[in-house]
């Protein structure tokens, strides 16, 4: 794929160089740190960033909340690299302080969590951190950085999924290091000798996908929360329907931390139905605008189209496209029906 633009005429090698700066410098913009780096995915990120920031003997404090390939990641690569690994739930806010050991280097966490659409509280975690110097990493694909800036509430370092929110047009993979200029430095070295690089037209389609970032995300907040008082509603009326999990729903067990770290409440909603997983069945295939994905399938999550999927115990997640409110209100309708 060729570039375009306003360096047409130098040589591929040297475009393409200008192109993947004016990229790591809006995403470090966006995520207010000092330097990002774009990688091959969203595991080669976690990954890197790993190894990057500890050494065997090393101790990482991670929450119970995270996405299975960066839980398999952390309880089967690390160990075999000597790193040990504890996982807490994160809703027990002393339990950050008593799983410490004396060689903990780094806390980890993922906010908002898929598909639960649980926020961690990072107070607790912040005030750990700042207090003896332990590096913290926040996952916040879900959030995209127009929701979440953790830096702003403590982190050292942020990682994206970069073919979600960031692409946004279901068509791109890479993963992004958003932090300090040393941090990203020694993440650079490990990518390279990884051969974790992104090819460059990942790069090209994460340009293209942050220009219209912001008002992406801001039409997901508005459609998803439309949608989400929508389906609390018909709790009472439709008797099909038994929990809406929304971040910005009052009913929300963590709408206080949500509303006091977040500018957006994201496009992620999982609904509970009252007959189980043969009620999820049935509804899925009676859909007819929303699409619907396989729950582990990554692409589509933060898009253009709103997609559907199941989960376990009875409940469906959907993540919010750009479609009107009333487009994804009408299907459901008709799909509950």
């Keep these: 794929?060729?570039?375009?633009?306003?360096?047409?005429?130098?040589?591929?090698?040297?475009?393409?160089?200008?192109?993947?700066?004016?990229?790591?410098?809006?995403?470090?913009?966006?995520?207010?740190?000092?330097?990002?780096?774009?990688?091959?995915?969203?595991?080669?990120?976690?990954?890197?960033?790993?190894?990057?920031?500890l050494r065997p003997g090393d101790h990482l404090l991670a929450s119970r909340w995270l996405r299975p390939e960066t839980r398999r990641f952390f309880e089967h690569e690390l160990p075999a690299l000597g790193v040990q690994v504890s996982f807490i739930d994160p809703t027990e806010t002393r339990?950050?302080?008593?799983?410490?050991?004396?060689?903990?280097r780094?806390?980890?966490?993922?906010?908002?969590?898929?598909?639960?659409?649980?926020?961690?509280?990072?107070?607790?975690?912040?005030?750990?951190?700042?207090?003896?110097?332990?590096?913290?990493?926040?996952?916040a694909t879900l959030a995209s950085p127009i929701n979440f800036r953790p830096v702003e509430h403590g982190a050292d370092v942020v990682l994206h999924t970069a073919s979600l929110f960031l692409d946004g047009h279901d068509d791109g993979f890479a993963g992004v290091v958003c932090g300090s200029e040393a941090v990203v430095d020694e993440v650079r070295t490990k990518?390279?000798?990884?051969?974790?690089?992104?090819?460059?037209?990942?790069?090209?389609?994460?340009?293209?996908?942050l220009k219209t970032l912001g008002v992406r995300v801001a039409r997901q907040n508005e459609t998803a929360m439309a949608v989400a008082r929508w389906a609390a509603s018909q709790m009472v009326h439709n008797g099909a329907l038994h929990v809406v999990r929304y971040p910005g729903l009052a009913t929300h067990p963590d709408h206080a931390?949500?509303?006091?770290?977040?500018?957006?409440?994201?496009?992620?909603?999982?609904?509970?139905?009252?007959d189980g997983d043969a009620a999820v069945s049935e509804l899925l295939s009676r859909l007819q605008r929303i699409r619907v994905y396989n729950a582990e399938r990554a692409a589509g999550r933060g898009g253009v189209d709103t997609?559907?999927?199941?989960?376990?115990?009875?409940?469906?997640?959907?993540?919010?496209?750009?479609?009107?409110a009333s487009t994804v209100i009408g299907d459901l309708t008709q799909a509950l029906e």
């Design 1 to 53: 794929m060729p570039l375009n633009g306003p360096h047409h005429g130098l040589s591929t090698g040297l475009a393409r160089e200008l192109a993947d700066s004016a990229v790591v410098r809006e995403l470090a913009q966006l995520d207010r740190t000092e330097s990002a780096l774009v990688l091959a995915s969203g595991m080669a990120a976690v990954a890197c960033t790993m190894v990057s920031l």
């Design 191 to 209: 990518m390279r000798a990884w051969g974790a690089e992104p090819h460059p037209v990942a790069v090209q389609q994460l340009a293209r996908g």
């Design 106 to 139: 780094l806390l980890y966490l993922e906010s908002p969590v898929d598909p639960s659409t649980r926020v961690v509280d990072m107070r607790p975690v912040r005030t750990i951190a700042q207090e003896l110097g332990i590096a913290l990493v926040v996952d």
């Design 95 to 104: 339990g950050w302080r008593r799983a410490l050991t004396r060689t903990t």
């Design 257 to 274: 931390v949500a509303a006091e770290c977040f500018t957006g409440y994201g496009n992620l909603i999982a609904i509970t139905l009252r």
């Design 307 to 324: 997609v559907a999927s199941a989960l376990p115990d009875g409940a469906i997640r959907l993540s919010i496209g750009l479609e009107d």
